[in-house]
């Protein structure tokens, strides 16, 4: 194969699985009320942190998927190559 067109599948699994890592981080648990009395200031802290965490959510979700599809495209970029291969010795 041309060295132009190889790609290191492994270190792009090692990659996407390294990202899915880090997205995963990103995955915490719901965080304590925000303490002080019920005025709109604390219920406006309250609802802030709450729409934060799900943006931050939304980005891992993000993250995730990307490591995902790296790591999948690395599997089908080694089938591609196996199905070459063999295609190629049924023409010999």
Known sequence: MRPDLDVDTDGVRAWAAALVTAGSGFHLPPL???P????AVTD??????????RTLAAIADDILATGRAASTTADDYDGAD???AAGLRRLR
């Open 36 to 39: 002080g009395p019920r005025w």
């Open 82 to 84: 196996d199905r070459a």
């Open 32 to 34: 304590p009320p925000v």
């Open 44 to 53: 406006a802290v309250t609802v802030a942190t709450a729409a934060a965490r």
